[in-house]
C-alpha cells in the first residue's frame, strides 16, 4: 500500500465534505462547519490499520495511503509518521521497537540515547578542546548581549532571563552563575510650555 496504489476506506459514514486531521495513527474526521479541531470533538474517529498510513480524500472518495515519506523517496522537513521498516534510528539503524530508552525527537526521525549521548559527548570534546587553544580571559565572558558559557565558550540566547541565575551548559554541562546587568538611560521632555529667550 504506498501513495500510488491507495486502498479504499470502507466506512459509510465517511463523506467528501468531512475535514480530516491526524492525530498519530487515529483519523479524526470533522463534519464541514465544525470548527473545534478538538480530538474530544471529532464526528469519526477511525484507527489507521497500520501506523504510516493516512486517510485521504481522493476524488471524493477516502482511501488509506502510505505516507511514510522514505517509502516514496522523499527527503521529509520533518518526518512525523514512518513504517516500521524505516522507524529506525537515524544513526545506528534499530528500530524504535528494539530501544529501552526514550529516543530523541530529530528533523529526520528519531536518535536513539547511545548514539544522541555519544554525539554530545563528540560535541562536548571538540568545545572544550576550541576553548583551550582560544585562550579567552576572564574579560571575554562580561557584559556580552548573550549568555557566553565559561567553561566552552557557548553562546545560548538570553530568553527570559531577566534576573541572576545559574545555569547548566546544553553543550559542556558545565555549571555556571548568570548576572544580569542593567544600563540605564534617560529621556526628557518638556512640561508646560518651552521656554524661549
Given at each position: ?10 466506512d459509510?459514514?465517511?463523506?467528501a ?8 495513527s ?27 498510513l ?19 523517496g ?5 518526518a ?20 529501552t ?19 554530545h559527548l ?16 576572564e ?9 557566553i ?16 541565575t ?5 553543550r ?7 548576572d ?18
Amino acid at each position: 500500500m504506498d501513495k500510488n496504489n491507495p486502498t479504499p476506506i470502507n466506512d459509510e459514514r465517511l463523506t467528501a465534505d468531512m475535514k480530516r486531521i491526524r492525530n498519530g495513527s487515529t483519523m479524526l474526521f470533522y463534519v464541514s462547519g465544525n470548527r473545534s479541531n478538538q480530538p474530544e470533538d471529532a464526528d469519526i474517529s477511525i484507527e489507521a490499520p497500520r501506523r504510516e498510513l493516512l486517510a485521504k480524500l481522493i476524488r471524493d472518495n477516502w482511501y488509506w495511503v502510505n505516507d511514510c515519506p522514505e517509502c516514496s523517496g522523499e527527503t521529509p522537513m520533518w518526518a512525523y509518521v514512518k513504517c516500521d521498516v524505516h522507524n529506525v534510528c537515524i544513526k545506528c539503524k534499530t528500530p524504535r521497537g528494539e530501544l529501552t530508552e526514550t529516543p530523541w525527537g530529530h528533523q529526520l526521525g528519531f536518535i536513539c540515547k547511545p548514539c544522541h549521548d555519544a554525539e554530545h559527548l563528540a560535541s562536548k570534546m571538540e568545545a572544550l578542546e576550541k576553548f583551550k587553544i582560544n585562550d579567552h580571559d576572564e574579560w571575554y565572558f562580561n557584559s556580552t548581549s548573550n549568555i557566553i558559557c565559561p567553561h566552552c565558550a557557548n553562546q545560548i540566547e538570553p530568553d527570559e532571563i531577566h534576573e541572576n541565575t545559574t545555569m547548566d551548559c546544553e553543550r559542556c554541562d558545565g555549571e555556571f552563575s548568570v548576572d544580569v546587568e542593567y544600563t540605564v538611560n534617560y529621556s526628557t521632555s518638556i512640561i508646560g510650555e518651552r521656554v524661549t529667550a
